[in-house]
């Protein structure tokens, strides 16, 4: 891949990269450093990729490798030498804006809050049906470009997205939510 290819790369996909890495990393911060961290890697390897080939799905794979990497080393970290005074990772998530072509601002609200309320649902969820559901949602991906870059096959990805909705619907009714 040469350098301009690379460019209308990140041009074409970065919001999308980023938006996933924001979402699996459960914080804007932490998602932006996820998302230079696999920019970084894809430079580095720039030259062995293809602008042909499907380089988002390579690089939505590098970002849950590297996240799950660092998952590990944190993990290792604080089974060796735990700390106390360390922040955990936010629950919150990344917020997306919710539609504010003509709507009140009181529908913006409310929108925003079941928004908020509906992406901190998808984060509670195990990550074996989370990182599926953030694939084919936010990152616009279809069930066979989600089992590829999972290593799964498309059955294992189908059955994990249907209990992960199964499980939403649940929470949502014990909370009372119904659309």
């Known amino acids: 891949m040469k350098n301009e290819e690379f460019e209308q790369f990140v041009l074409k996909f970065g919001k ?3 938006r996933f890495c924001r979402m699996i ?5 932490d998602g932006d450093e996820l998302y230079q961290d696999t920019m970084l890697k ?11 080939q499907n380089t988002k799905s ?15 080393k944190y993990a290792n970290r604080m089974r060796l030498l735990p700390v106390d005074s360390m922040d955990k990772l936010s629950d919150e998530g990344y917020q997306m804006p919710g539609p504010e072509n003509e709507a009140s601002p009181e529908q913006i609200v409310v929108q925003r809050n079941e928004a ?5 649902l998808v984060a509670s969820l ?11 949602y936010s990152a616009d991906m279809q069930v066979h470009e989600v089992s590829e870059i999972l290593g799964l096959p498309e ?8 209990k ?4 939403l619907k649940e929470k949502l009714e014990a909370i009372g939510y119904d659309r």
């Open 42 to 52: 894809l430079l580095e390897k720039k030259k062995r990729l293809d602008f042909m």
């Open 58 to 72: 390579y690089a939505l794979s590098t970002s849950i490798y590297l996240w799950k990497n660092k998952k590990k």
């Open 16 to 18: 999308d990269i980023l």
């Open 126 to 136: 195990p990550e074996k049906y989370r990182i599926p559901i953030y694939l084919y």
């Open 164 to 167: 992960a909705k199964k499980q």
């Open 116 to 120: 908020t309320m509906i992406q901190g």
């Open 155 to 162: 059955g294992t990805v189908k059955t994990r997205m249907r």
């Open 25 to 29: 990393a459960k914080d804007a911060e």
